[in-house]
């Protein structure tokens, strides 16, 4: 696939999905700085960790150190410097050429060793057995076929190779509020938006000989919304959610991660 002059023989699906990531990368709203610099990669960076507090917690970004890490769907590359920070040996891979040009500009600005292109998931430029980790937070969910991606990350992983995937849960506190408060979803508009019960999840990954799901992301204050709705969200219900005990609420967690094992 070129980076300069896209395949026209992508399937259609496939088109769209890089269309609407193009012109709609994640969270860039978020951030004043100039697009490119380091301030701007680093508001980006609060703004996620702020909202995704959970994930330093669930996954280690110091803890591949030597490691070949492929990010399926880096974005912006966020994730995969933190990764790269950590000494983990990364590529990033994006169907979008816009993300693709700035994960390599926040690498670059971050002074980290590391590599982004332009790529499908679901027909990764890899060898078998190439990668000990693929990485692929927020990008099943989006794409045109996820068990395409799985069986990708199945293929290039090493044996016993660690891939982890994160999905929205459709049985959750968020997609239950945006239904009664009739808010959209982040990108409720992109060309596919599946989500995903525990059951279909653990179907999806099957192929791996040992799975963890753990289901987080609980309500956080939003930077997002604006007006009566936010303030609602914001001064009442967040406090609310979270006063209930963790063990009887975690099943309907918006994210459901999955740590697996080839």
Known sequence: MSETDPSTELPGLTRRVRTYWNERI????????????????????????????YLPRVIDFRGYKGRRLLEVGCGV???LVRFARGGARVVGV????????????????????????????????????????????????????????????????????????????????????????KVELEHEDA?????????EFRELIRGFSHTTLVPERFPVKS???????????NGVFVGAFNAIPRSLVRRFGWHLMAICEK
């Open 77 to 79: 590359g966020t994730d």
């Open 223 to 233: 930077r997002l919304h604006k007006g009566w709705k936010a303030v609602a969200y």
């Open 94 to 181: 994006d169907l979008s050429e816009t993300a693709v040009r700035l994960a390599r500009q926040n690498l670059a600005a971050h002074a980290q060793a590391g590599t982004a292109i332009v790529g499908d998931g679901a027909a990764l430029p890899f060898a078998d057995n190439s990668h000990d980790v693929v990485y692929a937070h927020g990008v099943l969910q989006y794409a045109p076929d996820p068990p395409r991606i799985v069986e990708e990350a199945l293929r290039v992983l090493v044996p016993g190779g660690t891939a982890i995937f994160m999905v929205y849960n459709r049985v959750s506190w968020l997609h239950a509020l945006s239904k009664l408060m």
């Open 191 to 199: 060309p596919v938006l599946r989500l995903y019960s525990i059951p």
């Open 26 to 53: 994640h969270d860039l709203e978020m951030t004043t700085h100039p697009v490119g610099t380091r301030a701007f990669f680093d508001e980006l960076d609060d703004y996620r960790f702020d909202k995704l507090a």
